[in-house]
């Protein structure tokens, strides 16, 4: 029974007729699910990408190409190395401090993700913290004071707090070597990476699935690397050219879909304008309406993973009810903040915000 309402429901999402509004792991174009499947049992030969060697030619080019693609759409400069480390952004949270916090590092405190990471720093080292002591409930980016972030190893801040919902607009300036966490927002907007030292996003987003995490990291810092541990070292994963352990192939065979899906959507650029126009779509119906509400500061809302509270919070299970019925899943917000969060990114098309939408309008109409 179970078996067939999933296959039912996936035949719908083919059809246009679901959207995945899941933080991550994150729905995944219906093209690349499609290409999954044509090549999932013969890839190689009558062999399965499962069963590739990693080390064949095969599977050698594709990590090549990928690389070679994230160079591209992310305009990374020869004075970056593209690393693909096995594991999650967590693991980046302790390989940053491993390798870099000698004196003191300073982390921005912007939402959930951003405490994670200073609180795993501060396992290692002396940490400074920036943040808005006052607003423990996140809904703003704190000031950032230059006399703050003229001194230590490094700053860390997380571009985009998935849980929260608060995306940084441009870096922090800083006279120290940046460090962000771009899980949730890498691939959706156009960067200039000489801006930064380390790039970190682990890759069940916008990437793919969950396995590794990918590392844009500047040459001079990686020569620094000190974590003593041969895995926990950026060195390590650059002079085995990210397989060290052998790597979570399918997850990158994944991702490789994924950057391909990207170049066919006209690449960052054109993403990022959709991206922007599904955003501000969603925020203006919000802002607009009687029965829902957004309660970041404007200049600083996401534009990828967007929460919303009903005014009437005995109507939340109601409303998700209802959402699944209509086939838009997903839309829970995180325990920590309750009510409902929309994540919606680059695979999530205009037609699914569209929907959304329509949808919260006729509920808005049947309960007020
Ligand atoms: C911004 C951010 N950082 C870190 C993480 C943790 O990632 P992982 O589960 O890959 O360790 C997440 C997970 O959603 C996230 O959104």
């Known amino acids: 029974m179970l078996i067939v309402t999933f296959l039912g429901l996936r035949c719908l999402q083919e059809f246009g007729m679901i959207y995945n509004f899941g933080a991550g792991p994150a729905m995944l174009p219906a093209a690349v699910m499609q290409r999954i499947k044509d090549e999932f049992t013969d890839w190689e030969k009558g062999m399965s990408v499962l069963e590739a060697n990693h080390r064949g030619d095969k599977f050698t080019h594709l990590a090549h190409m990928m690389r070679a693609k994230i160079g591209k759409l992310l305009a990374v400069p020869a004075s970056h190395e593209i690393l693909l480390v096995q594991g999650g952004a967590r693991l980046q ?6 390798n870099f916090l000698q004196e003191k590092a300073t982390y921005v405190i912007s939402g959930y993700w951003s405490k994670l990471a200073a609180e795993e720093a501060a396992k ?3 940490i400074a913290l920036i943040t808005n002591a006052k607003d423990m409930n996140y809904q ?14 490094y700053l860390h801040y997380v571009d985009n707090e998935t849980i929260h919902g608060i995306e940084f607009t441009a870096p922090p300036i800083a006279g120290l070597p940046l460090a962000v966490d771009m899980t949730s927002s890498i691939l ?4 200039d990476i000489a801006l930064y030292d380390l790039v970190y996003a ?3 987003k916008n990437l793919g699935i969950a396995g590794f995490s990918l590392v844009i990291i500047n040459k001079d810092l990686l020569e620094r690397s000190l974590a003593p541990l041969s895995y926990l070292n950026y060195k390590t994963w650059h ?3 990210s397989m060290y352990s052998t790597p979570a192939t399918f997850s990158w065979f994944v991702a490789d879909l994924m950057l391909d899906w990207l170049i066919e959507q006209g690449g960052v650029a054109k993403i990022e304008q959709i991206n922007h126009k ?5 925020y203006q119906y919000i802002d607009s309406s009687d029965m829902y509400y957004n309660s970041i500061t404007p200049a600083v809302r996401s534009r990828i993973n967007i929460p919303f509270n009903l005014h009437n919070k005995n109507l939340n299970n109601k409303f998700l009810e209802a959402a699944n019925e209509n086939g838009l899943l997903q839309l829970r917000g995180h325990k920590m903040v309750g009510g409902m969060r929309a994540s919606i990114y680059n695979a999530m098309p205009e037609s699914g915000v569209d929907k959304l939408i329509e949808f919260m309008q006729l509920f808005e109409k049947q309960y007020t």
Not at 140 to 153: F, M, Q, R, T, W
Not at 278 to 282: F, G, Q, S
């Open 202 to 204: 682990s890759a069940q």
């Open 93 to 98: 949270f302790a390989m940053l401090p491993l």
């Open 124 to 126: 290692h080292g002396n």
């Open 188 to 191: 959706t907007k156009s960067l």
């Open 239 to 241: 002079n085995s050219d």
């Open 140 to 153: 703003d980016i704190p000031e950032i004071n230059s006399a703050l972030v003229d001194k230590g190893d």
């Open 278 to 282: 599904k955003a501000t779509k969603l």
